[in-house]
């Protein structure tokens, strides 16, 4: 009984972990004239859950607890629907879609939008983050090495010559790693196709991750539904 007691502990403590590295998506719907459009439908699906919001009387709409990974949010107003692809929500951040100019009389059934993966966004509570979306690991040279891709990321990491990383700084070992939402103390027999993002605190740590010095590496896998998501993208 012990046993089960403990076993059940340890799940819901690894769920609890993982669900704090949830972001959102947030963004504003205009009219042609800038004007907002109130009660506009607005969702994405996860693969396990449609995640929705409703446009407020700013236009302005937010989605929580979206897991990390790379989404097509999709817009719906008076019948019609608008798809916007490339939208990556990093770990513990958000989304900003840019505003979308929604207007029923240029639109036919569906339009697609592919969002600027080089948009500069500003993330508050994270701006000692910097992470690699889907798109930079895509022709990244260092994908296959996770502890080379992550000390080519920032001059604040530093990489020893027995292939350990450490933040500028600190002590060896002092480094925080999470593999989807899990503390590991190993992270370089993650495969480089297995990767889906990766983010790096060099700075302003967020409590919940510890007393520590040392950074914080976060990095999510690719699941069966980013892979999905992904195909269904080129799908036009």
């Not at 590295?21 to 504003?28: D, S």
């Not at 490339?86 to 929604?102: A, L, M, R």
């Not at 701006?127 to 090495?145: A, S």
Request: glycine share 10%; charged share 20%; net charge negative.
């Amino acid at each position: 009984m012990k046993r089960i007691i403990f076993g059940l502990a340890l799940t819901l403590g690894v769920m609890a972990n993982a669900q704090e590295n949830y972001g959102e998506i947030v963004g504003k719907i205009i009219e042609s004239e800038e004007e907002p459009i109130i009660g506009a439908r607005v969702w994405v699906n996860t693969g396990t859950a449609i995640l929705g919001s409703v446009s407020d009387h700013n236009g302005r709409f937010r989605i929580s607890t979206v897991p990390p990974g790379t989404y097509e949010v999709n817009i719906s107003f008076l019948g019609d629907t608008m798809r916007l692809q490339n939208n990556y929500v990093s770990p513990n951040g958000y989304c900003k879609v840019p505003d979308v100019i929604f207007d029923p009389k240029m639109l036919t059934t569906v339009i697609f939008i592919y969002n600027n993966p080089n948009e500069i966004k500003l993330d508050p509570g994270n701006e000692h983050m910097i992470t690699l979306t889907p798109l930079d690991l895509k022709h990244n040279v260092n994908i296959q090495n996770p502890a080379d891709l992550i000390s080519n990321m920032t001059s604040d990491i530093q990489k020893s010559e027995d292939g350990e990383l450490y933040f500028r700084g600190a002590r060896k070992g002092e480094m925080v790693y999470l593999i989807d939402g899990v503390k590991t103390r190993d992270i370089s027999k993650v495969p480089g196709v297995a990767i889906g993002g990766v983010s790096v605190y060099t700075g302003g740590i967020p409590a919940k991750y510890g007393d520590t010095t040392g950074g914080v590496v976060v990095m999510e896998t690719k699941s069966y539904f980013d892979l999905y998501r992904a195909w269904k993208a080129t799908q036009l």
